[in-house]
């Protein structure tokens, strides 16, 4: 009896154990892709207002020609056709 009462305890234990491990490995993992998220944010953002030359929060087609390649050209950017590219409109096309 004591040997099976020993190794039901051992497994209970290597059980929670393993449930603590998982827990907060997934909890890492969630924190790690904030952060990333948070820091293409970040990026994104610089990279708009380096190329907002004139600070109005929109991008002409002239500042949008300094920006790095697009995945998207500037008339899909500029969604409601108004012929700049709002901060909104940039970060939905990226």
Request: glycine residues 6%; proline residues 2%.
């Amino acid at each position: 009896m004591s040997i099976n009462k020993t190794r039901k305890t051992l497994l209970e234990a290597c059980g929670l154990l393993l449930f603590a491990s998982l827990t907060f490995g997934l909890t890492n993992v969630a924190m790690a892709e904030t952060k990333t998220q948070k820091s293409d944010a970040k990026s994104g953002k610089t990279i708009f207002a380096q190329a907002d030359k004139n600070g109005d929060r929109r991008l002409s087609l002239e500042e949008a020609k300094t920006l790095p390649a697009s995945s998207q050209p500037f008339d899909k950017m500029d969604t409601n056709r108004d012929g700049v590219i709002s901060e909104e409109e940039f970060f939905a096309a990226n």
